[in-house]
């Protein structure tokens, strides 16, 4: 099997009650910060049955202010805990120079050199600290920076190469940016992203739906994937192999057997290209 779940609060109990056939869980790390009660005990139940993948949100890989050593310290504890297949976060920033303030999302840093050696410092930080390689996904972005000059493949080819880690790379996300930039064939230039990659850089792959409100793409995973991102992920399987994948669904959440129809289809394409 190829595609793992989302596994989101509406689903906790109905999926280990009946406990259907997946590769892999993912949840995002946050939720389960706490060392005791009820949450940890639900995660080490499924952990029983499923590998876990621990996804973040909250580290800030690229915010110039550095990390919250605290947060780290957190995410420590919980792999040491859960001993999951994959970590991983995004390449945003989140904090300011004062170390109390959020953003509480995941804002888009510039591709130039100072974001990527900050980019490097803090996976290189994450990464000792927790003793494994980590995956750093690229980001749905709403605007674009004056001194950006790295083209965003190149800028997580820099990244893998320099640290060591794998790119979670989010195939709505890049679906959502051409369309936003006004690429004529959204496909093609998404398809071209892909092929841009460094052969056995990437780790994993996301699949999501996307929602249009005025014109913009909006990355709110609150729908089935879509056909154009349906066709870039059989074409990123040919280029790139038998990379596992997940299916988010965030927003809206189905019910549970709408989550594995499409985790379903994205195996059956997984076959049909030969990449499982």
Not at 142 to 150: K, P, Q
Not at 209 to 234: E, K, Q
């Amino acid at each position: 099997m190829h595609c793992g779940i989302g596994w989101r609060h509406p689903h906790y109990q109905s999926l280990l009650a009946g406990r259907p056939a997946l590769p892999f869980l993912e949840v995002h790390s946050e939720n389960f910060f706490a060392s005791g009660g009820a949450l940890p005990a639900l995660l080490q139940a499924a952990r029983s049955h499923y590998p876990i993948s621990l996804h973040g949100v909250g580290l800030g890989l690229g915010s110039a202010a550095g990390l919250d050593a605290a947060h780290l310290e957190r995410l420590a504890a919980l792999v040491e805990r859960t001993e999951p297949v994959r970590v991983s976060d995004h390449a945003c920033f989140a904090r300011s120079t004062d170390p109390n303030r959020h953003g509480l999302d995941l804002l888009p840093i510039a591709f130039d050199d100072a974001s990527l050696h900050t980019l490097q410092r803090h996976v290189d930080q994450v990464q000792q600290r927790l003793g494994r390689p980590i995956l750093v996904e690229n980001l749905s972005a709403y605007l674009a920076w004056d001194t950006d000059h790295i083209a965003e493949p190149e800028f997580f080819n820099a990244l893998t190469r320099s640290t060591g880690c794998a790119v979670l790379l989010d195939l709505n996300n890049l679906v959502v940016n051409a369309k936003n930039r006004g690429d004529a064939d959204p496909l093609s230039a998404c398809q071209a992203w892909v092929d841009a990659l460094r052969p056995g850089s990437v780790g994993q792959l996301h699949l999501a739906g996307h929602a249009t409100v005025g014109g913009l793409s909006i990355d709110d995973h609150g729908s089935s994937v879509s056909d154009t991102v349906w066709a870039l992920h059989r074409h990123t399987l040919a280029r790139l192999g038998p990379v596992p994948a997940l299916i988010e669904w965030d927003t809206d959440v189905p019910e549970l057997d709408v989550l594995l129809s499409q985790a379903a289809f994205a195996d059956a394409q997984a076959c049909a290209v030969g990449a499982t």
